[in-house]
């Protein structure tokens, strides 16, 4: 499923998953808090997630963020 996310998107369930704050996100790929809320929602529909810690769990499990990554 995480084959459906575009390449910003798993840019922030990567920062997500590493336990990065919407604000944090935000400035590091220099767009608004409200562009990464959105980012958020679409992750949660497309991978049919209730939260991001939910999120987080997912990347961490499929692979998407590994531990030598960090």
Known sequence: PFLELTERELDVLRMIAVGRNNQEIAS???ISEKT?????????????????T???AYAWQTGIVRRDQN
């Open 28 to 30: 590091d790929l220099v």
């Open 36 to 52: 990464v809320k959105t980012h958020i929602t679409n992750i949660l529909s497309k991978l049919h997630l209730k939260d991001r």
């Open 54 to 56: 939910q999120a987080a």
